[in-house]
């Protein structure tokens, strides 16, 4: 084919080489040619549509907080925000399960119920008969919502995997089986069976061994995260299985990096799947204490998948200067601090009492300077960043509170035992990490290497309830005004 430049391919050569393309690229060379877009186009190799502007949804200030979920403590949850935020609708005493593009599930009484915090809207889902097959594991449920593509929202529940076979079996002939989810979607209010089949990418090896039984310690899924139509799971073994429900399909890949244990049960975690919605997935971890390394996973159009190590580097000299700060007294309490709730979502029904607002003052719920759209800018920000554009004088994330390195802080030693550095997640706009590194919860910019300053660890301890205590979960929030969450006043 004569592309117009004088070079020539083979036909069957330039559909392959399209194919193995990532997306974007892909995306971009559709701009090329006519030729080239005709070609991409005939053989279904479009890439996916890019989201609908997110102004409609989201506030032009998309770092809301962090939801952090505690043990030991009189609150299972807290809510930690920049100053000025105002108080959001969330059950302290429930322990946040998963948080998707603004909505979060969690459970009370047994029963999984889907919260916008934002709004107090909330949608209790329907008991799942019979119970799925769990035995032994904790049940790991993935939320997602995605205002960009639909107002609905869909819950996975994952059943235990199928056994491997047993005895020996040649490498070449070991198949993956049929992966089994329920699946709760709102528009039709109702759980239904689904059934994923291999896809492209499924090594048999890497199934076995995410299908082997483990015990609690070592659950078959640690944690997933939704991204652009599918459900990205962090199992055992370290491998990655991604849930196409488009398709029906499912893909396995190995994880890069280290081996060894994703998470512990009483700390925040060191190695992490973490989603931007900008920017795709990535896997972080922290080795040898403080060395940072974040890949990117690259999806293919023909449905490979592999990882690219994005970043390594070294938050030692991150970490000197902030013992060195508090040893000097310049860095106490940070700007962020724990913001209390507005006494838990709105009742769920018209006979369900649990919830009390009667705390809450009648012009915090007023909807004025609406869009239209059954929300306001303002219910999230203080009255004094109204329009949630950030001019709130009290804190502005493009400036304020970043630590510089001085010269030398690398020469003055490796880490010491007591250093530790924990991942907390991905900021949701920016190309950054939010980390707690040697008690300091900081926005780690990628791109420059620069710290910002939220808050100090010990913020968090508040109202303990028994001497052994900690942090256990943590999730980044940019709050959402869009949903079609039923009106819990009426």
């Not at 990117?296 to 190590?309: A, N």
């Not at 300091?440 to 309830?465: F, N, W």
Request: a negative charge; aromatic letters at 10%.
């Amino acid at each position: 084919m004569n592309t117009g430049d004088g070079i020539s391919f083979p036909y069957d050569v330039l559909v392959d080489i399209f194919g193995r393309l990532p997306r974007r690229a892909l995306a971009r060379s559709c701009c090329v040619c006519r030729t080239w877009r005709a070609l991409i186009s005939a053989h279904n190799l479009n890439p996916p549509l890019l989201p609908l502007p997110l102004p409609p949804y989201f506030p032009r200030r998309p770092l809301g907080g962090i939801f952090f979920c505690k043990l030991g403590y009189a609150s299972n949850t807290c809510f930690f925000a920049p100053p000025g935020s105002r108080r959001l609708f969330f059950p302290d005493e429930e322990e946040v399960d998963q948080l998707c593009n603004g909505l979060i599930l969690l459970h009370r009484n047994g029963r999984k119920c889907v919260l916008n915090p934002a709004t107090g809207r909330c949608s209790r889902l329907p008991s799942l008969t019979p119970p799925p097959r769990v035995v032994g594991e904790p049940i790991v449920e993935s939320l997602a919502f995605d205002p960009a593509v639909s107002l609905h929202f869909d819950v996975f529940l994952l059943e235990e995997l199928a056994r491997p076979n047993q005895g020996e079996v040649p490498q070449q002939l070991k198949r993956p089986q049929v992966v089994r989810s329920f699946v709760y979607s709102s528009s039709t209010e109702q759980w239904e069976n689904r059934e994923f089949v291999p896809g492209r990418c499924t090594p048999g090896h890497l199934y076995d061994a995410v299908a082997t039984p483990g015990n609690t310690y070592n659950p078959t899924v640690w944690s997933s995260v939704y991204w652009r139509g599918s459900i990205y799971m962090h199992c055992r073994k370290d491998t990655l299985m991604v849930l196409r429900p488009s398709c029906g399909t499912y893909d396995m890949v190995q994880l890069p990096g280290k081996p060894g244990s994703a998470l512990s049960l009483f700390s925040l975690p060191r190695k992490s799947l973490l989603a931007s919605y900008e920017r795709g997935i990535h896997y972080v971890e922290i080795i040898d204490k403080l060395q940072l390394r974040v890949w990117i996973l690259t999806e293919s159009t023909y449905g490979q998948l592999w990882w690219t190590l994005a970043y390594d580097v070294s938050l030692n000299p991150h970490c000197h200067m902030i013992k060195t700060l508090t040893v000097q007294g310049i860095m106490k309490w940070g700007p962020w601090g724990i913001v209390g709730n507005r006494g838990g979502p709105t009742k769920l029904t018209k006979d369900d009492d649990y919830y009390d607002h009667s705390d809450v003052d009648d012009d915090d719920d007023e909807e004025e300077d609406g869009d239209g759209c059954g929300y306001s800018w303002n219910s999230f920000y203080s009255d004094e960043d109204k329009d949630g554009d950030g001019d709130a004088d009290s804190w502005d994330e493009d400036k304020d509170n970043f630590i510089d390195i001085d010269e030398g802080t690398e020469l003055l030693g490796p880490p010491s035992w007591r250093d530790y550095c924990e991942i907390v997640g991905f900021h949701p706009h920016k190309n950054a990490l939010i980390l707690i590194i040697h008690s300091a919860v900081v926005v780690y910019h990628l791109d420059t290497s620069r710290m910002q300053y939220l808050g100090d660890e010990k913020q968090l301890d508040g109202c303990p309830i028994q001497h052994a205590r900690s942090v256990t979960g943590s999730f980044t929030y940019r709050p959402c005004y869009a949903d079609v969450l039923p009106d819990g006043q009426s």
